[in-house]
């Protein structure tokens, strides 16, 4: 496919993982903020083709990850309940809440469906009038300028039946909750390439100058990631903290301008609680004043519910580039993607779904064992 | 979840928040919202997220990946840095 498998050369890969051995003095630890480039960083094996000296940590880059539990608990009583057709991403049904999944709800008659689009929900909605639907709006601002056509668009047709159920985060407040906390080991960002794709990246220039951090705007593709590294690499070894862009065929610094205004029309900045982090102030979108008809949690009467976090899971320290996957006691045994303790291991782009998958597994048994001896 | 995927416009309908288009990705055509991207044409490639165009793809830009390998080729040709 055109613009995807050049990016995945191998040579290539081998020289970009050789020029960045060659400008590397000392350690340096680097975190990317995308789950789809932790992902791609484990599938590959990019990790293993740079020097000891890089370290890449792997940050609260999943939506899915960080929904907080309260609204899983939300999602699952909405979903329960006769009259509602509950739409969401496929991602978040097997992300357990407190008791039970999306996935349960809908083994138990609830009507749950996969939809690819909100505007698929949007659709659902107008075919089954006698019906409430409900689309689980989650994701970063990549996502915000679908979910936010679709409530535009429920309003703009007068669809009653339609609702949202809003859990969206933004990456600079979460970027700048890591930078301040006393345990912070990450010298430089990979921000994530979609998301700027729609915001553009000047939001980033001063976090990059307050905390003195590189931060590479980066794609998702092998090559995309090795040149993030090797750019953010050659900032630090230079003593330079800019915002500088890799992922040139995609990002322009302003963004998808008519996206953010559609997107401004329809959300508003608030506080968002992130599963395994806690409440970060103006760290994501709900729906303003104008559109709080289309708010779920109001019209089903669940705004109120609150729940606390499982004290096993260490999914808030993984997210915050403290703690590897594989540092977790409950890793592969306690804790699997069949029965995840975590959102960290849930989603297919969660830090510890990724290790588990791509054999890291294997490491840390090794690790235990030599450890042990 | 931001996955999203570079796909060729086929066509164009609509217009203002309806505007929509068929976009094949590799031979698969899928109908994708292009609202957010009022520039693009028939031709051009699009990054595709959850159904919406947010992108046109760069083509000069896409090139300059290789363009930076080939530059760090060549400098590590001249010898190691001093």
Redesign the interface.
């Known amino acids: ?4 498998d ?2 995945r050369d191998r040579e ?1 890969a081998r ?2 993982a050789r ?1 960045i051995a ?2 590397t003095t000392r350690p340096w630890a680097i975190m990317e903020v ?3 480039q932790t992902h791609s960083i484990v599938k590959f094996g990019i990790d293993e083709l740079l020097p000891k000296e890089i370290t890449l940590l792997h940050g609260p880059g ?3 990850c960080v929904t907080p539990l309260e609204l899983i608990d939300k999602a699952t009583q909405i979903a329960a309940r006769p009259e509602v057709i509950f739409c969401s ?1 496929g ?1 978040m049904l097997r992300v357990p809440g407190s008791s039970i999944d999306l996935f349960s709800v809908k083994a138990k008659s609830g009507d749950v469906r996969i939809v ?5 929900a949007l659709k659902i909605a107008q075919e089954n009038p006698g019906k409430q639907v409900v689309f689980f709006a ?3 601002e ?2 915000a ?2 979910n936010a ?1 679709a409530v ?2 429920a309003k ?1 047709q007068g669809l009653r039946n339609f609702s949202v159920l809003v859990s969206h985060v933004l990456v600079p407040p979460a970027i700048e909750a890591i930078l301040s906390a006393p345990d912070n080991r990450t010298q430089g960002f990979l921000a ?1 390439g ?2 700027c ?2 915001m553009g990246y000047e939001e980033y220039i001063p976090l990059a100058q307050k905390y003195h951090v590189p931060i590479v705007v980066t794609g ?1 593709e092998p ?2 990631i090795l ?1 993030g590294i090797y750019m953010c690499v050659r900032q630090l070894e230079e003593g330079r903290a800019e915002v500088e862009n ?1 992922y ?5 610094r302003k963004g ?1 301008v ?2 953010q205004e ?1 997107v401004t029309k329809v959300f508003c900045v608030v506080p968002r609680k992130w599963r395994g982090v806690g409440e970060i102030p103006q760290s994501g979108l709900g729906l303003r004043h104008e559109y709080a008809e289309f708010d779920a949690e109001q019209r089903f009467g669940v705004a109120a519910y609150t729940a606390e976090e499982d004290s096993e899971c260490i999914s808030g320290e993984v997210l915050r580039g403290v703690k590897k996957p594989h540092e977790c006691s409950a890793f592969g045994n306690r804790c699997t993607p069949e029965h995840p303790l975590g959102a960290t291991m849930v ?1 297919n ?1 969660g830090a510890c779904a990724a290790y588990y998958r791509y054999r890291r597994f294997e490491q840390r048994v090794a690790a235990a064992t030599k450890s042990e001896s | 979840m931001c996955l999203a995927v570079p796909g060729k416009i086929l066509s164009i309908t609509g217009e203002d928040v309806l505007r929509s288009g068929s976009v094949s990705f590799g031979g698969i055509n899928k109908q994708v919202n292009l609202a957010y991207v009022p520039e693009a044409k028939v031709g051009d490639y699009v990054i595709v997220h959850v159904g919406f165009a947010i992108s046109i793809v760069d083509e000069a830009e896409a090139k300059q990946t290789f363009e930076y390998l080939k530059q760090m080729g060549d400098l590590e040709e001249l010898g190691p840095a001093s």
């Open positions: 496919m055109k613009y995807v050049e990016y290539a020289n970009f020029a060659r400008i995308c789950g789809g999943c939506p899915v991403f991602d690819y689009s909100p505007t698929d989650v994701g970063f990549t996502t300028p679908a056509m535009y668009q703009a994530a979609h998301v794709t729609v998702f090559l995309d040149q890799q040139l065929r995609a990002v322009r998808n008519p996206a559609l989603s782009e």
